[in-house]
């Protein structure tokens, strides 16, 4: 019934590694999100495919990769991983690209050593 | 900075009594919308309003917009324990992105 779930919740790694966060949606959307949420709280859009088709790449290290390989799924691989990139993950998905109301994971909590 | 201003930062109440949490922006939108987040949470969407709207409702929620001021409120009437939670703004505009607010801490008491 999870509308929108992620995998792993949590995830400890050591500086250096490199990791992928998986991003499910089971709501037929057709736009899917990932934004980054630091210790303050500050969220932050990182990307964003429509139709398997990046439409928003923010000005992100190209450490982070996101793919799409279909509209249900949006995943995001971090290679050679650093302490600042330890923050909470969400994926989101909505329907269209109008900015309507958008439906969240529970977040993938990345704490690197 | 495109983020909005919410305030107050953090707002503790007792049950019962109603909440009001602020957001501020700087550039034209398309709509706002408010959003929950319970601690350990994903965001839940509660209410968007358009540009063109200066009021809206859903059940104990209300939503006003200004665009004049380029502001809007989240009103919490009657609130209960289980609204303690972070409460976020966040406006579309014309950069296909929702921009976030900082967010409103709120801590209803039993």
């Known amino acids: 019934d999870t509308a929108v779930s992620q995998t792993p919740k949590y995830l400890v790694t050591q500086m250096g590694n490199d990791k992928s966060i998986k991003c499910e949606q089971n709501l037929g959307h057709d736009t899917m999100y990932w934004y980054k949420q630091d210790s303050k709280k500050f969220l932050k859009i990182m990307f964003s495919y429509n139709n398997k088709e990046l439409i928003i790449n923010e000005t992100v290290p190209n450490r982070f990769s996101p793919k799409s390989p279909d509209k249900a799924h949006l995943n995001l691989h971090i290679n050679s991983l650093e302490l600042g990139d330890s923050a909470v993950y969400f994926c989101?998905?909505?329907?269209?690209?109008?900015?309507?109301?958008?439906?969240f994971g529970p977040g993938t909590r990345l704490t690197v050593l | 900075s495109q983020q909005g201003e919410e305030d107050p930062q953090a707002l503790s109440i007792q049950e019962g009594e109603n909440a009001t949490m602020n957001c501020s922006y700087k550039?034209?939108?398309?709509?706002l919308q408010w959003y929950r987040q319970n601690s350990g949470r994903g965001l839940v969407h509660l209410i968007l309003?358009?540009?063109?709207?200066r009021e809206k409702h859903s059940g104990r929620l209300r939503v006003t917009l200004d665009t004049s001021k380029k502001s809007s409120s989240l009103l919490i009437t009657a609130s209960r324990a289980a609204d303690t939670a972070s409460y976020f703004c966040a406006r579309s505009g014309n950069t296909g992105k929702l921009i976030f607010g900082q967010g409103t801490t709120l801590q209803v008491k039993p």
């Open positions: 989101a998905s909505s329907q269209g690209r109008q900015l309507m109301k958008q439906f």
């Open positions: 309003i358009r540009s063109n709207e």
């Open positions: 550039t034209s939108i398309n709509n």
